[in-house]
Structures are given as structure tokens and as C-alpha cells.
T-cell receptor
Framework: AQKITQTQPGMFVQEKEAVTLDCTYDTSDQSYGLFWYKQPSSGEMIFLIYQGSYDEQNATEGRYSLNFQKARKSANLVISASQLGDSAMYFCAMRDPTGNQFYFGTGTSLTVIP | GAVVSQHPSRVICKSGTSVKIECRSL??????MFWYRQFPKQSLMLMATSNEGSKATYEQGVEKDKFLINHASLTLSTLTVTSAHPEDSSFYIC????????????FGPGTRLTVL
């Protein structure tokens, strides 16, 4: 069974600082995709970044980067230069090889402090 | 990115009534759509996978007779909560992929259902 673990229920970061949100996963599949989504209080799920299991380089999207350590089965999200608007829930997710299912972690609530 | 809409965004209904939630892909055709349920401060739980022109595939523990899913076209999937009860109150989110196995799922804005 697939499993995503986010061990940080809540995180605080000072504005303009960097923050790392942890995510570990468990799968026996060789091919999979890892995602991070942001969910503000409005409820909408906003796609942030994607990492394929065969990608050798860490994914980056603007201020977001994914620290992918395949052997450790971790896919941590790094947000650089935090902004007040980054305060939200963040979910790590994994897509199985068929593409049929996404498995979500329990989320991390990030609060950016001015 | 592709846009997915949901209607209504909020609905309040009486216990025992049925509620229909629509999920539309606005600028692309979605062979497959997904329905999730999210309780307050919890993660998204996949309820079912909706395939155009065929029966939905439900996750274990999800009552298919209670949560009716119809995917009549490549741009529309509906979730009907039949004989709703207060415990069905939740945030329901749909998502769609451009194609099966495509990297990204595009999420709708969600529907907050409150059953009195």
C-alpha cells in the first residue's frame, strides 16, 4: 500500500526566511510521481511542484524546490524567501504508476510571521 | 494551467434530501475525474474515480449507492449525495487529469456541504 507521511502538523517561519516541509513516502513501485499542493483557507488545491521518480535533478518552480532523496524516500518542499501569502496548508502527494490514484499526506499548516 | 470548476461552492440542505455537485473541466477534455472528501483539518480522501462513459470505481468503504457518480461527458462529472445526513457534511473536491497517467491533476475549488 502507498503511504505518505508528513510529520509536521504545524510550522512557523519568519517572513523572508526559508522553510522546509517534510514528506516521506512508502511504495514498492519503481515509477511514481510526487507532488506538493498548497491549500489556503479558501479550500482550493493549488499545484506547486512535481518530481518524477526517474528525474535525477531536484525539481524547482520559482521559490519552491523539492529536495528529492530517493534512497531515503523523502520529498521535502523548500520554500525560499517566505511571504505572508504562503500561510496555508501544504499537502504532499504521490501518484501511483497507473496514474489512477493520488495519495495525500495529512498536511502541514504553515504560518508566516511578519 | 487547465481550469476545473465546481458548482455549487456551498450548499446547505436538510437531512434526508439529495444534493448534486457538478465538476466541469472548462478548457480541456477529462477522460478521468476524481472525487475527494476532506474533513476539517484533515487530508483529502479519494472517494471514487469517475470515467467518462463507464461506471465509477469506488474506494473501499465508500457507499456507491449513497454517493452516485455520473460522468456523462468529457467535461462533466456529477456527485450526488443521496439521503444526506449530518455526518455527510464535508468539503468535497473534484479533480481532473488531461490524460490517464498525466503528471498533474487539476483541482476544482471544492464544495462545502452542510447537512442540517
Amino acid at each position: 500500500a502507498q503511504k505518505i507521511t508528513q510529520t509536521q502538523p504545524g510550522m512557523f517561519v519568519q517572513e523572508k526566511e526559508a522553510v522546509t516541509l517534510d514528506c516521506t513516502y512508502d511504495t514498492s513501485d519503481q515509477s511514481y510521481g510526487l507532488f506538493w499542493y498548497k491549500q489556503p483557507s479558501s479550500g482550493e488545491m493549488i499545484f506547486l511542484i512535481y518530481q518524477g521518480s526517474y528525474d535525477e535533478q531536484n525539481a524547482t518552480e520559482g521559490r519552491y524546490s523539492l529536495n528529492f532523496q530517493k534512497a531515503r524516500k523523502s520529498a521535502n518542499l523548500v520554500i525560499s524567501a517566505s511571504q505572508l501569502g504562503d500561510s496555508a496548508m501544504y499537502f504532499c502527494a504521490m501518484r501511483d504508476p497507473t496514474g489512477n490514484q493520488f495519495y495525500f499526506g495529512t498536511g502541514t499548516s504553515l504560518t508566516v510571521i511578519p | 494551467g487547465a481550469v476545473v470548476s465546481q458548482h455549487p461552492s456551498r450548499v446547505i440542505c436538510k437531512s434526508g434530501t439529495s444534493v448534486k455537485i457538478e465538476c466541469r473541466s472548462l478548457d480541456f477534455q477529462a477522460t478521468t475525474m476524481f472525487w475527494y472528501r476532506q474533513f476539517p483539518k484533515q487530508s483529502l480522501m479519494l472517494m471514487a474515480t469517475s470515467n467518462e462513459g463507464s461506471k465509477a470505481t469506488y474506494e473501499q468503504g465508500v457507499e456507491k449507492d449513497k454517493f452516485l457518480i455520473n460522468h456523462a461527458s468529457l467535461t462533466l462529472s456529477t456527485l450526488t449525495v443521496t439521503s444526506a445526513h449530518p455526518e455527510d457534511s464535508s468539503f468535497y473536491i473534484c479533480s481532473a487529469s488531461l490524460a490517464l497517467g498525466y503528471n498533474e491533476q487539476f483541482f476544482g475549488p471544492g464544495t462545502r456541504l452542510t447537512v442540517l
